[in-house]
């Protein structure tokens, strides 16, 4: 059995290497753009269970992000329901079977290694690393919106005393500190759940295993939550006018 911290490349196009948790991600967002697609064109035509579900699942993220924005609420509520159905799907697909289980045997470096077809997307940090970088982006750019660029500069930049210049200093180290953060905090739940299901199956690959599924589908749905809340919280804050 073979544990690799790094998603493993299958191919190339040009200089660009295609890795295995590169192909489930865009596999999760093929899913959502045709469910998109046939959901705005075909609504009315859905089926009754269908519509309720989708609406509930909405409302629900609705009512989340109206709790925390208030009256911003629907301007930051596409980003944040994106950041938690993506984050979510991507979460749910390690425990599908054949996702990291299946594959072929390459040499490397003078080593044989087994490289899986499929790899979670949350289960590679490159992917964790880019939904930060768009969190703390995103937070930015609202902020500019909201606070104009004289205001959002005046929250790293404020030179009225000694402290609300060192405050703003901060302010700046802690933006850099929240990618880090949510990187690693969503890659290393993922993926050492991944890792316990897999020796899990390797070790008694019957019946034993389903509770640590169940576990999975639960830490999945906490992670793409708290990550999603995180970045409301910390783009309704970037959204009002600072303070120091």
């Given at each position: ?5 790094a998603?493993e490349?299958?191919f ?42 989708l609406?509930?699942i909405?409302e ?30 991507s ?11 299946i594959?072929f045997?390459m040499?490397?470096?003078?080593q ?5 077809i ?9 992917t964790?690393?880019?939904?930060a ?77 389903v ?14 939550l708290v ?12 959204s ?5």
């Amino acid at each position: 059995m073979e544990i690799s911290l790094a998603a493993e490349s299958l191919f190339h196009i040009g200089p660009l290497a295609v890795t295995n948790s590169m192909v489930v991600s865009w596999a999760v967002g093929l899913f959502f753009i045709i469910l998109s697609l046939f959901v705005y064109y075909g609504y009315s035509h859905l089926p009754t269970k269908l519509k309720i579900t989708l609406e509930i699942i909405l409302e629900g993220l609705m009512g989340l992000v109206e709790g925390v924005a208030g009256p911003k609420a629907r301007d930051f509520f596409p980003l944040i329901a994106t950041f938690f159905l993506y984050i979510l799907f991507s979460n749910l697909t390690g425990i599908i079977p054949g996702v990291g289980t299946i594959g072929f045997h390459m040499e490397l470096h003078g080593q044989e290694r087994f490289i899986p077809i499929l790899r979670g997307p949350t289960a590679d940090l490159n992917t964790t690393l880019a939904l930060a970088i768009v969190s703390v982006a995103a937070a930015q750019l609202y902020s500019i919106k909201y606070l104009g660029f004289k205001g959002w500069l005046s929250r790293f930049f404020n030179f009225k005393n000694p402290i609300s210049f060192f405050m703003g200093i901060l302010d700046i180290v802690t933006e850099f500190a929240k990618i880090i953060s949510f990187s690693f905090r969503l890659f290393g739940n993922i993926f050492a759940g991944e890792v316990l299901l897999a020796v899990m199956l390797f070790l008694i690959p019957f019946i034993v295993p389903v509770p640590f599924i169940g576990l999975e589908i639960f830490v999945a749905f906490i992670q793409a939550l708290v990550f999603s809340m995180l970045s409301l919280v910390f783009i309704t804050v970037a959204s009002e006018r600072s303070q120091h």
